[in-house]
């Protein structure tokens, strides 16, 4: 009877040390690094010259595991697809590369799958490029067909915000959020919705 309970005892007294530690651990360890990709949807008038295409990124982020608020300072190139403008084989496509500061928010509580809300402000670089294909004559009547290329780059402030569901898995999480973003372009504002799977270490 003596030993059987100086082995629990011992049992009882690993599974403290073991989780105080693994607890001290996590709370001393608040910043994190992660990786997105998905895709990337236009919306408004940068609907009418590209389509859906698809965007990569990294990020770090900030997030104490008793608190619900963190911070996420992100990094991602979106690549949208060509459009067809007219029947000569002229095309317009776009690309944009983005730096935001974001705060997340946890809705519930929940220790494993957690949702919660994003949003944040950012500086983003939009190019857009137009194609068109002109016939060219020369004197000699010989001629042929070129691809000339217009491309209009323009740095701007932006804002976004969604929402996303993260599931923690150990010593990683995992997500999946989707956001708008809308810019302040000259003219007519340049919006997206990207919708991202994520993992978080």
Known sequence: MVRTWSSAA?????TMVGGTAVAHAQISSPIGVGVVGGTS?????????AKSGWHAGA????????????FRLEGAWHQFGDKPFDSSGGTTGARIADVTLNATYDILPVPI???YL?????????RLTS?????????????GVT???TTATETKFGVNGGAGVRLQLGGFAAFV???WHDIFTSGRNVQMVPVSVGLRF
């Open 59 to 70: 990020f770090v982020e900030l997030k104490l595991p008793v608190i619900p608020v963190g």
């Open 131 to 143: 194609v068109s294909q002109v016939v060219i004559v020369t004197p000699g009547g010989s001629g």
């Open 10 to 14: 011992v049992v009882i007294g690993l």
């Open 177 to 179: 959020e989707a956001r």
């Open 118 to 126: 994003i949003g944040g402000v950012g500086e983003y670089s939009a």
């Open 113 to 115: 799958i957690k949702p």
């Open 147 to 149: 691809d000339v290329r």
């Open 41 to 49: 949807s236009p919306t408004g008038s940068l609907s009418d010259i």
